[in-house]
């Protein structure tokens, strides 16, 4: 029997989101902590969902890295895999409070210093699902750290996630991100990634066709694009096309981690051995508690209640 649902591998740290919503950073005057980065909130969300996840990342030996590993515990992460460094500080992002894809200005420090023997065979050999994110790949050692073990996780048979979420802020060169991430979807990983996300890539708008062909013609089975207020598509190479709606919401808080939120939820099914199109809907409800709140998913309710 397998101990751990899903690694997490890649960026942890800490998000100060601006505290007025739909104001630049430029004009926002106050800010509020919160645990922040996605292959994070994918780790802490699977856990509020009663899945057994364990995060690969490293932060500073400071005091936001000791609060990383504070809040990471009280949410039942499984911590032993998380680096510390003494030399480098906690990596931070200052985020704007958005109802669209929010601004944001990256402080990288430790965050890229993941190695090998933080994900050892035995560690792989015990889990079920091996996730991580562009941004984690924008980096070395992290990059040639993920690449490596992904490999390996696939020779265990692990099956393999990423969520594209590429920035020309973090990852400057977009011939050699394409290259790395082709590298990644040569395993076969359920890819998720959103319209901004291509835009950014590609630096021009690409039609759904040319996405689901690109990402299919480089290894991805199932590419999952999410589309905002117009919905989700699925183009699985065995199912064809899978098209929802997207849930109506009265008011959208944040839409910071909305995406991971939606990812965990869909990732979720997929352990539990749900259809495609029942993994949408999980997936929808769960981004629509988030989008719902400021920051982390809410502690006053049952989430999985929601999500049935």
């Known amino acids: 029997m397998k101990k751990i649902d899903i690694i997490c591998i890649g960026e942890v740290l800490i998000d100060f989101i601006g505290h007025e919503i739909n104001t630049s950073i430029n004009r926002t005057k106050n800010y509020h902590r919160f645990l922040g980065g996605s292959p994070t909130n994918v780790a802490v969300n699977a856990s509020r969902l009663g899945l057994k996840s364990l995060l690969v990342a490293t932060c500073g030996q400071d005091g936001l890295g000791d609060y990383i590993v504070r809040k990471l515990n009280a949410n039942n992460v499984i911590t032993t895999q998380i680096n510390k460094l003494e030399t480098t500080?906690?990596?931070v992002i200052f985020v704007s409070?958005?109802?669209?894809?929010p601004e944001f200005i990256p402080y990288r420090e430790a965050d890229c210093e993941i190695f090998e023997h933080q994900l050892s065979d035995?560690?792989?050999?015990?889990?079920?699902?091996?996730?991580?994110t562009c941004f984690a790949l924008s980096k070395n050692p992290a990059r040639q750290t993920i690449l490596n073990r992904a490999k390996k996780a696939k020779e265990l048979g692990l099956q393999l996630s990423i969520d594209l979420n590429f920035s020309e802020r973090i990852w400057k060169d977009r011939e050699e991100a394409k290259q790395v991430i082709a590298t990644y979807l040569s395993n076969d990983p359920l890819l998720k990634l959103s319209e901004d996300d291509c835009y950014r890539l590609f630096a021009e708008e690409k039609t759904e066709d040319y996405i689901f062909d690109y990402f299919h013609s480089?290894?991805?089975s199932t590419?999952?694009?999410t589309?905002?207020?117009?919905?989700?598509?699925?183009?699985?190479i065995k199912e064809g096309l899978l098209f929802q709606e997207a849930l109506p919401i009265d008011e959208i808080k944040d839409a910071?981690?909305?995406?991971?939120?939606?990812w965990t939820g869909f990732l979720y099914a997929q352990l539990n051995?749900?259809?495609?199109?029942?993994?949408?809907?999980?997936?929808?409800?769960?981004?629509?508690i988030k989008l719902q709140n400021v920051g982390r998913l809410p502690d006053n309710i049952n989430i999985l209640s929601k999500l049935v």
Do not use: R, W
Request: with cysteine.
């Open 89 to 91: 500080p906690t990596s």
């Open 122 to 132: 035995e560690i792989l050999g015990n889990a079920k699902i091996f996730h991580t």
């Open 227 to 236: 589309k905002g207020k117009k919905g989700v598509v699925v183009s699985d």
């Open 97 to 101: 409070k958005s109802t669209e894809t």
């Open 223 to 225: 590419i999952c694009l």
């Open 218 to 220: 480089l290894g991805a």
């Open 256 to 262: 910071t981690g909305a995406g991971d939120a939606f």
């Open 273 to 288: 051995k749900k259809n495609l199109y029942e993994s949408i809907s999980i997936a929808q409800k769960l981004a629509s």
